[in-house]
């Protein structure tokens, strides 16, 4: 498994010395002591499939413990109220007919049962010819499905499934006594691009989080809703590593099909070998058919994984580039014999668009894709370039702007590729200037000339998101400049640095500084830990001075405080009126996050504010949502996710 660089829980301090940082015994101490995470509407109500949940098995952990123990669960935060009974259901549906318990083994028959003749399979003439097939075809023509052999203290049910525990930062795994139909829709509902990088960093904890599945449904289905929407989101590595904790044998074809897609994503093809020896095929997918010749070459049979790839390209199963790619993937078995070391040239002149499968493997074989395919391309694509080790460092570079403007990449993280490009003289250009620029953001003589490196970042961006992602770039040198009423015309852009990597304290050293009624006001008056309501004076000189398109900053700007409960619900209808807002509007959607929250069910509250904050751009964003999304967190004990995605709201509106 590749490493994750940091996406869960993105580190507070930064490791900087190829930069040269090491000299710089004499800056300031960052002030920030945790990690650096503070870490549409409407719902359609399919049509419930009753579906007994499997016989759930034993869960098993890294320690030893006896066979039926679950995962040990921590204790619930500290302002979610005690209760004795089972937390309430959202929305409960009609109870469903219960099924009535079949008994476990069938009665012996009371008569002889007559046996006819046995019947070879079909192409097959002899018992010794089909006892000469390999095993793999064998249990194919047989119709039989081996299974892991897991002993039954080693098994895990499909309870407490993820990646990282509430001890360890996770969130509550209770989710049982819950709606399924609205878990589904908050969901398969989301398109996994969201306007708000806090937000998709928050959203991927819940998704990565050990969780229990609800009730109602089929354990497997729910881990391949949330496998399936961190693939939409782009973390192809997490969606990966949740599916890896569920047994194979507990898979059905809902979570086969995300699996795959998963492994696809991360260009780990021999990755889901053992899952297809267990898992019966997918017809209707030629992806399966050719993952299983490129799985045969690398299990010793290259000569019967050929054959499947060739008679799929006689066919016409898949494109031929497609083909050519997995061709010689199966090649670089290097199985010994003149069947495992075919030569294959991949052909792109006729190709006229790229695709995941062919991306990856692309980058899989250890080629470049020609540059005219790569224009204009979904941002998922550059989320996986940014994260692909096999890539160069200029490419990855260059896609780390959206990876890192969208939460796939932590500050921390990007600083670290940076740090590679700057200590590499092959890597010319762009990526190259911006590794001395970032350098002496650092590094230079002045705290003026570090000042001027940083804004060469910032302005070097194309467009708004990606100036937001050099900025995140650049979080920890804003932090080390020092504090000074000479920069205090800059002081919003430096908070909104600070603040994209969650640095609140070191930003909150400027409150002093900045301008009452100014931006940097505004996003300390958010991120201030400390509460306290805000000057309505204050508030009333940024809105005078606001030149957003309809003061879309004053109106999240009240959005967030209000949600904080830092303005009075007085102001908040008073400035509703004024910028013809409606912040007290309800929906299904805003009932259902406001619900939630008042059961004090994080999870499901995370859930269903990563539904609310879909789009591309904060302009996609409202002021009524970003109300409703900021309050629900800060009622369920997810204040400093609220102050962080509220501020990042007004610095990007």
Same mark, same amino acid.
């Given at each position: ?59 098993? *952990? ?49 008569a002889p049962v007559a046996v006819g003749p046995v019947k070879l399979p079909t192409g097959v003439t002899s018992y010794a010819q089909l006892m000469a097939l390999p095993p793999d075809k064998l249990d194919q023509l047989l119709g039989l499905r081996p299974r892991y052999d897991i002993p039954p203290? *080693? ?24 709606? &399924? ?14 306007? *708000? ?28 809703? $949330? ?153 998922? &694509? ?35 590729? &940076? ?56 979080? &920890?040198?804003?932090? $080390? ?104 509007? $309800? ?67």
């Amino acid at each position: 498994m590749r490493l994750m660089r940091g996406r869960l829980m993105m580190g507070a301090l930064v490791s900087v010395s190829v930069l040269g940082l090491g000299a710089m015994a004499g800056a300031p101490l960052l002030a920030q002591q945790g990690p650096e995470s503070l870490l549409p509407p409407g719902f359609d109500r399919p049509a419930r499939q009753a579906r007994p949940s499997p016989t759930p098995r034993p869960a098993a *952990s890294s320690t030893p413990r006896a066979a039926a123990s679950p995962r040990p669960v921590a204790a619930a935060p500290s302002p979610a109220p005690t209760r004795a009974a089972p937390a309430p259901r959202i929305d409960l549906p009609e109870n469903e007919p219960t099924i009535a318990a079949q008994p476990l083994i069938a009665a012996a028959p009371t008569a002889p049962v007559a046996v006819g003749p046995v019947k070879l399979p079909t192409g097959v003439t002899s018992y010794a010819q089909l006892m000469a097939l390999p095993p793999d075809k064998l249990d194919q023509l047989l119709g039989l499905r081996p299974r892991y052999d897991i002993p039954p203290g *080693s098994a895990r049910a499909l309870r407490q499934v993820g990646v990282i525990d509430q001890s360890e930062g996770g969130l509550p795994s209770t989710l049982n006594s819950q709606n &399924y139909d609205l878990l589904r829709a908050a969901l398969t509902g989301n398109g996994g691009q969201m306007v *708000s990088r806090w937000g998709h960093i928050l959203l991927r904890r819940a998704l990565v989080s050990r969780l229990d599945p609800p009730g109602g449904g089929d354990p497997a289905d729910f881990v391949a809703m $949330r496998v399936a929407l961190l693939l939409r989101m782009g973390e192809g590595d997490l969606a990966r590593a949740v599916a890896q904790d569920v047994d194979p044998d507990n898979y059905n074809p809902a979570l086969t099909a995300a699996a795959l897609d998963s492994y696809v994503a991360t260009e780990d093809f021999t990755g889901f070998c053992p899952i297809m020896g267990v898992q019966p095929a997918f017809a209707k997918d030629p992806r399966w058919n050719a993952m299983q010749g490129m799985c045969d070459a690398f299990s010793g049979n290259a000569a019967g994984g050929f054959a499947n790839l060739d008679h799929m390209i006689f066919v016409g199963a898949m494109p031929r580039i497609d083909m050519q790619l997995a061709l010689k993937y199966a090649g670089a078995a290097g199985t010994a014999g003149r069947s495992g070391r075919r030569n294959v040239t991949v052909e792109w002149d006729k190709v006229a668009e790229m695709t995941p499968w062919r991306y990856a493997l692309t980058l899989a074989v250890g080629l470049t894709p020609p540059a005219k395919l790569m224009q204009d391309l979904p941002a998922q &694509y550059d989320y996986v370039t940014a994260t692909a080790p096999m890539v160069g460092l200029g490419l990855r570079a260059d896609a780390s702007d959206r990876a890192g403007g969208a939460g796939i990449l932590s500050s921390s993280a990007m600083v670290d590729l &940076y740090s590679q490009i700057y200590a590499n003289d092959d890597v010319t250009g762009n990526p190259a200037d911006r590794a001395l620029l970032l350098r002496d953001a650092y590094v230079a003589g002045t705290p003026a000339d570090r000042l001027k490196a940083m804004k060469g970042l910032w302005d070097g961006g194309a467009d708004a998101n990606q100036r937001y992602a050099r900025q995140v770039l650049t979080a &920890y040198a804003a932090a $080390r400049l020092p504090v000074s009423g000479d920069y205090a015309g800059d002081a919003g852009d430096l908070i909104a640095s600070m603040l994209a990597a969650g640095l609140d304290a070191n930003a909150l050293r400027w409150s002093g500084v900045v301008p009452k009624g100014s931006l940097g006001w505004a996003l300390l008056a958010l991120a201030d830990g400390r509460g306290g309501e805000a000057s309505t004076g204050d508030l009333s000189s940024f809105a005078g001075a606001d030149k957003s398109d309809s003061s879309r900053k004053t109106a999240f700007l009240v959005a967030g405080l209000s949600g904080l409960g830092r303005i009075s619900d007085s102001t908040r209808r008073d400035y509703a009126g004024k910028l013809s807002v409606d912040f007290d509007g $309800r929906s299904r959607w805003s009932e259902a996050i406001d619900q939630a929250a008042a059961l004090n069910n994080q999870t499901l509250v995370v859930m269903l504010a990563g539904l609310g904050m879909q789009g591309d751009s904060w302009g996609r964003m409202t002021p009524r949502y970003l109300y409703h999304i900021v309050s629900a967190l800060n009622r369920v004990g997810l204040g400093a996710e609220a102050r962080m995605i509220a501020a990042e709201a007004v610095a990007r509106a």
